[in-house]
């Protein structure tokens, strides 16, 4: 059995206690970072061994992972932050369990486009997540099918590439078209900033530098 496990965002006690339980009671860990990782675990004192599953060997291990998992081994799947698979590994692996026959446990948790949409104050009764836009090819493609959605749409974006971001975002939706940027969630340096996209760009121009992880989120046209 193969369980996907959420993990903390930010905040060490955003975990619930059932995933507490099942990291302590499977065979084994796969995780995307295990020095990450290992600082929760030893937060919740769980001992189980750990062994790294990521986007750079996932295609490798997958195959002798799932060969120990029809043996009868239990296995957690774990990311650095968050639901696994979620603009992280996970994929390839639950897919691949699902070909095998091999059950497939996907606990509740801890994801942060949901806490940032509901954070935004934009409607959230319909969504469009894209995850991370593609830095380069295509890019300007993504932003023009973005601008014309009808509904709230969420994208991940690193500290460094916000504000370009949101000058790109301002200049295919509009500088009027509201938007919320949420950096560093349940964090202690929490930020939820939402304004139009001309301000925003505004609000982050000024001196200092951005850091934290970013979710922005952005309504429809």
């Known amino acids: 059995m193969l369980y996907l496990v959420p993990t903390p965002i930010g905040n060490l006690e955003d975990i619930t206690?059932?995933?507490?339980?099942?990291?302590?009671?499977?065979?084994?860990?796969?995780a995307e970072?295990?020095?990450?990782?290992?600082?929760?675990?030893?937060?919740?004192?769980?001992?189980t061994p750990l062994r790294a599953f990521h986007a750079h060997n996932e295609h490798t291990v997958t195959e002798g992972i799932i060969a120990q998992l029809a043996a009868g081994a239990k296995m957690a799947l774990i990311s650095d932050a968050g639901t696994p698979g979620i603009s992280?590994?996970?994929?390839?692996?639950?897919?691949?369990?699902?070909?095998?026959?091999?059950?497939v446990v996907s606990?509740?948790?801890?994801?942060?486009?949901?806490?940032?949409?509901?954070?935004s104050g934009l409607p959230c009764d319909k969504f469009f997540f894209e995850g991370f836009l593609p830095h380069k090819k295509g890019r300007q493609t993504r932003l023009l099918y973005l601008s014309?959605?009808?509904?709230?749409?969420?994208?991940?974006?690193?500290?460094?590439?916000?504000?370009?971001?949101?000058q790109?975002?301002?200049?295919?939706?509009?500088?009027?078209?509201?938007?919320?940027?949420?950096?560093?969630l349940t964090k202690v340096h929490?930020?939820?900033?939402?304004?139009?996209?001309e301000n925003l760009i505004s609000h982050f121009s000024g001196p200092g530098k951005v850091k934290g992880e970013i979710v922005v989120v952005v309504a429809g046209k």
């Open 33 to 47: 970072d295990t020095r990450t990782s290992k600082k929760l675990l030893d937060h919740y004192e769980v001992n």
């Open 190 to 197: 929490e930020e939820i900033k939402q304004d139009s996209l």
């Open 107 to 119: 606990l509740p948790g801890a994801t942060s486009s949901i806490t940032a949409l509901v954070a």
């Open 88 to 103: 992280d590994p996970g994929f390839l692996i639950v897919r691949a369990c699902h070909e095998h026959q091999i059950p």
């Open 17 to 30: 206690l059932r995933a507490i339980r099942v990291l302590k009671e499977v065979d084994l860990i796969l």
């Open 148 to 166: 014309e959605l009808p509904y709230t749409f969420v994208l991940f974006e690193s500290p460094h590439r916000l504000l370009k971001c949101l």
């Open 168 to 184: 790109q975002l301002a200049e295919h939706c509009g500088p009027d078209r509201q938007a919320c940027v949420c950096r560093e």
